[in-house]
């Protein structure tokens, strides 16, 4: 009789897992075809900078390159060496990378589901309970613009780090009754560690102790056979120290937010924390009715509330945060899931939707606060006491439709310009979205459209510099630039609240037309009235500013054939902000423009107003400490000094050299 052969089952919630990963994935393939989006190419050009990354040197100053946080994410910076060394790069590999790593966050959500469910459920609903909250997250439309933008990377890795951390913790509170000392290092390991990981990824993963504090605060309970003097004991120096940490440096980061944020934002930290209400209301909006489009990368329709009635739902939405936090607190005993979602969600926005400057909405906010957010309803859609049937068909429908919305949304990503006229579309009061879009109409060759969206974009947002002087540039393809967008062009540099780095741009770019006549109406005149306009600009006025400001008079004073008074500009600008990128730029161009003996003072200048480089505990400083380490600036220095001798040695022979009479 022959033997049988032996088929090990494979359990049903195993293969709805499986299929889970696979259907999301196939739900963001389409927009793995997309291109690289507004910060994309101000973080991952470091990969290009000297050639690439190529040897230890060069990774070392890849590695330290990102001033995002005092620490400069550089896990996150490490990980785009995974999909290219070099700049330019094909989006493909990154946004590829940034889905599986999203598969990857949803399976360590769904284990960690599965293990909290476990203490207050039966197996099976905990397995369908895990299933059906981590599908809703990994299927959720509103993940779409942080999993396929690229350096949204950023906001994925500490929910890797915080999630690995989260079941090393749990796994360390399992192993107290046997071996006490053992589970204290698992909770140490799993606590510790992955708050540093997590926040050298981004800062607001330094938030791991708080999060692991709600979950202390409400599902989790005494492991059985532990005393609770013992369990307070380790949780007051595992759990505590990390907690105190993160509170001074949290309170650290308040003064400075405070004193700089009127510099870089048209807004106070007072109005912010007023918007902010307004803000998460709109979140929560989006993630319990989840759609297909949404603003996507373009908030700056977003405003702040000057006061609790301006606008009146900022009162309004304050009240209601309130209620949800009463709420959640109120539920830790009678409700612990739900309890779970709403502390959760509050405690993961502490950082980024509070004091801190940043923009004051994005989409990508989420993606680590709503982790436990649809657990509850997993867990009543997975009891199958009551309407087991007709839950379950519930359950699939929801998943399914989520991964439409998805799959619809990703095929938007996937298709640029579509993408940019649809924002533009949905975003009528975004100017940043109507750029977007006439820039990708431009590159197209639909000009007159791209000119047409403009133009209506310059009389609504007269102030944006951005719109205006792509105006201007639209214009100046057909060689005629009207007086009308020279009025509007210099008003809005005079009034931009952004500060001088577009305005900047675009001087620096258009010097070329304006110095060969190319367009008619844009010439050296012009360029100095926008930058006389520019200067009076409230935005202007910091050492940064101002140097930027004599920067682009010196173009000027180039472009018309005047090296002194280059030089004389050029000075000015370093002494305001002495930097050798700086210098070496400069010097450069006036030996580009024929004035090599000036370009050699002005390093010498440089010399007399260098400062030292001194170490400090962020990464610029870092960065800076380690180019001066390795010689890079002396190097540089040195290799452009001997070019300008060497011109201005050549200049001098040919104006010494033989006569014919």
């Keep these: 009789m022959p033997a049988r052969i032996s088929i090990p089952r494979i359990s049903i919630p195993i293969i709805l897992f499986w299929a889970l990963l696979v259907g999301c994935y196939a739900a963001y393939a389409p927009g793995l075809n997309g291109y690289f989006n507004f910060d994309d190419f101000a973080n991952l050009n470091a990969l290009g900078q000297e050639g690439g990354v190529r040897d230890w040197t060069s990774f070392l100053r890849y590695l330290t390159s990102s001033h995002a946080d005092p620490t400069g994410r550089p896990i996150t910076t490490l990980s785009f060496l995974i999909d290219g ?34 203490l207050s459920r039966s197996e099976g609903v905990a397995q369908r309970a895990a299933l059906i909250g981590g599908a809703i997250w990994l299927l959720h439309p509103l993940f779409v613009s942080t999993t396929l933008y690229v350096v949204q990377r950023e906001a994925m890795l500490p929910v890797t780090f915080g999630l690995a951390g989260i079941l090393l913790w749990l796994h360390g509170r399992s192993v107290l009754t046997a071996s006490p000392k053992r589970g204290a290092m698992w909770m140490l390991l799993g606590l510790w560690g992955g708050t540093v990981l997590s926040a050298l990824s981004k800062a607001n993963g330094m938030l791991l102790p708080l999060l692991v504090l709600v979950l202390e605060g409400t599902v989790l309970r005494p492991p059985p056979g532990v005393e609770q003097a013992a369990l307070a004991r380790t949780r007051r120096w595992v759990l505590g120290i990390p ?30 924390l007023l918007t902010e209400p307004r803000v998460l209301i709109e979140y929560l909006r989006l993630l319990w009715v989840p ?43 009678r409700n612990p899931p739900w309890a779970l979602a709403i502390l959760f969600f509050l405690a993961g ?9 940043l923009e004051l909405y994005f989409e990508h906010r989420n993606y680590l606060p709503a982790l436990f957010l649809f657990w509850p309803v997993g867990l009543w859609l997975a009891d199958d006491r009551a309407r087991g049937h007709t839950k379950a068909i519930a359950a699939i429908g929801l998943v399914i439709f989520l991964g439409m919305l998805t799959h619809a949304r990703a095929s938007l990503w996937g298709a640029p310009l579509k993408q940019a006229v649809v924002w533009a579309k949905i975003n ?79 001087v620096e ?12 109406g844009l010439d050296l005149d012009l360029l100095d009235e926008a930058v006389s306009s520019l200067a009076r600009n409230p935005r202007a006025s910091n050492p940064g500013g101002r140097q930027d400001l004599d920067y682009l008079r010196a173009l000027i004073a180039l472009a018309r054939g005047n090296g002194k ?30 004035f090599p003996e000036l370009g050699l003072q002005h ?56 006569r014919i009479h």
């Design 243 to 272: 907690v105190a940490a993160m509170v001074l440096i949290i309170a650290s980061l308040i003064p400075e937010a405070v004193r700089g944020a009127t510099d870089i934002r048209p807004w106070t930290v007072g109005q912010r």
């Design 428 to 506: 009528p009061d975004s100017p940043r979205a109507q750029t977007n879009a006439a820039m990708f109409l431009v590159t197209q060759g639909r000009v007159q459209e791209a000119r047409n969206l403009l133009s209506q974009a310059a009389s609504r947002f007269p102030e944006e510099a951005q719109v205006v002087s792509l105006l201007a540039s639209t214009e100046c393809r057909s060689h005629h630039l009207t007086n009308d967008t020279r009025t509007r062009l210099l008003d809005a540099f005079r009034l931009d609240p952004h500060g001088t780095k577009l305005p900047f741009t675009w």
């Design 565 to 594: 008074a280059a030089l004389a500009r050029f000075d000015a600008g370093l002494a305001a902000l002495p930097k050798p990128a700086t210098a070496l730029k400069q010097a450069a161009l006036l030996g580009t423009y024929g």
């Design 603 to 658: 390093l010498a200048y440089y010399e007399t107003v260098r400062k030292p480089t001194r170490f400090h505990m962020n990464m610029p400083a870092v960065h800076a400490w380690l180019l001066e380490h390795q010689g890079y600036w002396n190097g540089e220095l040195a290799e452009l000094a001997a070019a300008l001798r060497t011109d201005a040695a050549n200049r001098q022979a040919a104006l010494s050299g033989p």
């Design 349 to 357: 926005h502490v950082l980024e939707s509070s004091f801190i400057p």
């Design 291 to 333: 759609r297909s489009l949404s603003s996507g990368l373009f908030n700056d329709q977003v405003h702040a509330s000057t006061s609790l009635f301006q606008p009146w739902t900022t009162g309004l939405s304050l009240l209601t945060l309130a209620g949800l936090l009463v709420v959640g607190w109120m539920l830790r005993k």
């Design 509 to 520: 770019a258009s010097l070329s037309d304006a110095s060969k006549g190319a367009c008619q």
């Design 85 to 118: 060394n070099d700049w330019p790069a094909w989006a493909y590999s990154f946004k590829r990378t940034n889905v599986l790593l999203h598969l990857l966050n949803g399976t360590l959500l769904v284990w960690t589901l599965l293990k909290l469910g476990r």
